[in-house]
């Protein structure tokens, strides 16, 4: 996970509460089960966040903001070319 990316509160209670779910099943299908549901899971969530990445980079790509124009004409550091 990012560094700057941060589970909340009730996102870590919810890891908790499936935590706990898993460590009570004693029957190996169950847990078969689930751990294959929670891989599709993961890769359907890399998909989506892949498809948005694909999808902002396409806006950005169509629609430069003025600041954006601005700084590539000036250079990086913002300075004018003389």
């Given amino acids: ?24 099943t004693a029957d190996a299908d169950a847990l078969r089960s689930l751990a294959k549901q929670l891989l599709q899971a993961w890769h359907t ?15 950005k790509r169509a629609n430069p903001k003025v600041g954006d124009r601005v700084r590539s004409r ?8 003389t």
């Fill in 1 to 24: 996970m990012q560094a700057d990316m941060e589970l909340s509160l009730s996102q870590h209670f919810e890891i908790e509460r499936f935590n706990r779910a898993i460590e009570a």
């Fill in 74 to 81: 000036r250079g990086e550091s913002g300075k004018k070319w």
């Fill in 45 to 59: 969530q890399q998909a989506a966040t892949n498809w948005m990445i694909s999808q902002n980079k396409e806006r």
